[in-house]
């Protein structure tokens, strides 16, 4: 586990690369709080106790993600390249069948290094925040919080709706079971079971992930509705809400637009082969 002044240094550090560089970083904030004690996904550069430079390793099963950062005034000097040597050393040592490596769609200085380490674009995913909007009632369709006996129906979920293969999906649905700040729900419709939900809160911010509905249960605006009620209770509690859609999901994407979600960043996917 990451100590505290490890994470607030990150903290720090991502701030003032955030505002020098008018762009916003993905660092997977909620599972860098709860990273395991044994997990070695995260590298750090200090210099007379400040931290410099961090990557750090996101594991989605097979799937790694990579990101990190350089504090601005000390780019240049070879710290991040040697971190990201140390995180491509750890990936190929776990085995990870693919390594994405993320950057802030506007980062040109990022976009020149990961194309100098031969990594290819792969795709573009969108950080969406709900912006005010009248929303539809949705009493037919109830949210429930999941039991230990709905797991294999949400590892087919993810299967189904986001083509993981099976290994994957158990593996992303227990990261998901250790994060204290998450809360999953079951969508049920006429007392049947048809899909899922997951509401990360950070910092008075909600932000779905894993949202999924059975094949045969869409097209009937089941997904509109559960939308309408996740808002309606974020909002109630105060915060406000947020989601991820990669730009080639078209149909979500104008799932979301609909119901008030409007595109405030963007960040870009590359894939690595060492």
Known sequence: MLTAQQLRDIELLQKACESHDQLQLKLNWEMLR????????????????????FLGLYAFGSTVEVCGMVKPSERRKGHFHRLFQQGMATAKQNRYSKILLNAPAGSAAAKAFLTKQG?????????????????EEADDVILRPAKAEDFDMRVRLSVTAFGLDE???????????????????MIEV????????RVNLQDKQAWIYGFSIL????????????????????????????????????????LYESVGFKVVHAQDYYTYSD
């Open 34 to 53: 709860n990273r395991d004690s044994s997990s070695q996904l995260d590298f750090f550069y200090y210099d007379n106790g400040e931290l410099i430079a």
């Open 119 to 135: 990594a290819e674009y792969a795709f573009t995913e969108h950080q969406m925040e709900w912006q005010e909007k009248s929303l």
């Open 190 to 197: 006429n007392e049947e079971t048809v899909g899922k939900i």
């Open 215 to 254: 094949p045969e249960h869409q097209g009937k605006g089941i997904g509109r509705k559960v939308l309408n009620r996740i808002i309606k209770d974020q909002r109630l509690a105060g915060h406000s809400v947020h989601l991820e859609v990669e730009t080639k999901n078209n149909h979500a994407l104008r």
């Open 167 to 185: 290994e994957d999906a158990i593996a992303m649905e227990n990261t998901a079971n250790e994060d204290e700040d998450t809360d999953m729900f």
